[in-house]
């Protein structure tokens, strides 16, 4: 997938002109490509489309003029785009109720560590999450996290064949989630890994 150019981020005024349209077209998108695995852990697989509006918030919100510091930013996600034969996901742990975070999180521990999240490719195999370094510590863990999936070959041609049977997984000692990728989220997500 290309990556995303300065070029191609818009000055404040230009993009308030569209970013009501925008932000209605990106959260249609985003829901398409979420997959929710149990009430508090979801995965949103990002693009260049998802990615660039990314951008283009954090710009407005900290009222970005200078283009160092905006080529930062589009550094910064370029970095979340995938590669080829890549799906890249911002991984969410949601904890609804303010006064559970700290416990709720807790049982998560070791969730970016070891073997928990992957897509289940029947006999293609599974396809681990790869899960960027620095979101969690001894006894503390990120609500937020980066995931690269990377397939082979074989792996990329099952996931985008319709027919083939596709699960996200998530086998941890204190969550179990089995979740089809079908319709229209696999659609998405199969022009991703065509791309």
Do not use: C
Not at 74 to 89: F, K, W
């Amino acid at each position: 997938m290309k990556l995303i150019e300065r070029s191609e981020i818009q000055d404040l005024t230009a993009y308030e002109k569209v970013r009501s349209e925008t932000r209605l077209t990106v959260i249609k998108l985003r829901s398409l490509r979420r997959i929710q695995a149990g009430e508090q852990l979801s995965l949103v697989f990002e693009n260049r489309e998802t990615l660039l509006y990314q951008i283009h918030e954090m710009v407005r919100a900290e009222r970005m003029v200078e283009d160092a510091a905006i080529q930062h930013e589009v550094d910064t996600y370029n970095v979340l785009i995938p590669g080829e034969r890549q799906l890249s996901a911002t991984l969410f742990l949601e904890v609804a109720d303010p006064a559970r975070i700290k416990a709720d999180l807790e049982t998560f521990l070791g969730l970016d560590r070891g073997d928990h999240v992957w897509f289940d490719l029947g006999e293609a195999g599974p396809v681990r999450a790869e899960f960027e370094e620095g979101h969690s510590e001894a006894g503390r863990i990120s609500a937020v996290h980066y995931v690269r999936f990377s397939f082979t070959e074989e792996q990329r041609a099952w996931f985008v064949e319709e027919a083939r049977s596709v699960a996200l997984v998530v086998e941890h000692p204190n969550h179990h989630y089995r979740v089809a990728v079908e319709g229209e989220t696999r659609t998405s997500l199969s022009a991703d890994l065509l791309a």
